[in-house]
């Protein structure tokens, strides 16, 4: 059982977004979780309203999360599932919401400023996702979360992913995004790390903006049973574009 976030330049732009998802319609026992941050902020500009972050969060307001929802469980979602499905993949969209697949809490306000309808996720039931593979379906689950007393609530995607591969007791964690992984103070690649290593990057500052995010999650992850977490894609986008043309060749 694997578990990939498809996050990053990968999931906006339809070429690397296609070399990805062929690659995600080769494996088996595989869920796909997705976020689509740079989507929403596309239709916010196009209704007129206002993008508001702080301390890397989106503020959603009653306005945003109708915009998140639309586009992270809708538009978002169905593309995915399309583009799958032209691949020959049985696939089905769902929002973290369905079922209590992702549940959150409401999240706590930083230097004084309330996020609005944003969650810090607790945990997932993973019952429906269960019911998707047993039916060859692969599940693509948005990052919308269920919140108290049946709230929705907007999560980090990472986050969602994380809970999600520790319920099922998913073998792997892939952080599927546009860059190799985690560069040091030098920027070299990093091949490997452990907590304390994390913790002491962290600390110094290299580790930074959404590269943060999948690292806490990464070591969540493992704390919690996954047993490996993978971060980056150029690698697989270089692999899949040589399959290609070999293929085209042959």
């Known amino acids: 059982m694997n578990v990939i976030k498809l996050g990053g330049s990968l999931l906006d732009d339809k070429a690397r977004r296609a070399i990805a998802l062929r690659a995600i319609a080769g494996e088996q026992d595989v ?26 969060l989106r503020i959603t307001d009653d306005a945003t999360l ?16 399309a583009e799958l499905a032209a691949m020959g993949v049985r696939a089905a969209g769902i929002s973290g919401v369905d079922a209590s697949t992702i549940v959150a809490e409401q999240h706590p306000p930083i230097d004084g400023i309330a996020f609005g309808h944003v969650g810090r996720v607790t945990g997932s039931d993973p019952t ?3 019911a998707m593979l047993a039916s060859g379906i692969l599940p693509v689950v948005s990052s919308v979360a269920q919140g108290p007393s049946g709230t929705l609530l907007n999560v980090n995607a990472d986050s969602a992913a994380c809970a999600l591969a520790v319920a ?13 992984g985690l560069l040091d103070a030098n920027g070299a690649l990093v091949p490997t790390l ?17 590269m943060r995010p999948k690292i806490e999650s990464a070591v969540a992850a493992i704390e919690s049973g996954v047993k490996k977490v993978v971060i980056g894609g150029t690698e697989l986008l270089r692999s899949e574009a040589r399959r290609a043309q070999a293929n085209a060749a042959a």
Do not use: W
């Open 66 to 81: 109708d915009v998140v929802i639309a586009v992270l469980a809708g538009a978002v979602n169905k593309m995915l599932v």
């Open 31 to 56: 869920v796909l979780v997705h976020g689509g941050g740079k989507h929403v902020d596309a239709r916010l500009a196009q209704l007129g309203i206002a993008k508001r972050t702080h301390a890397g």
């Open 168 to 180: 099922l007791g998913a073998s792997s964690l892939r952080f599927l995004t546009d860059v190799d």
């Open 128 to 130: 429906l996702v269960r």
């Open 194 to 210: 452990t907590a304390r290593d994390v913790n002491a990057l962290i600390n110094s500052g290299v580790v930074s903006g959404g």
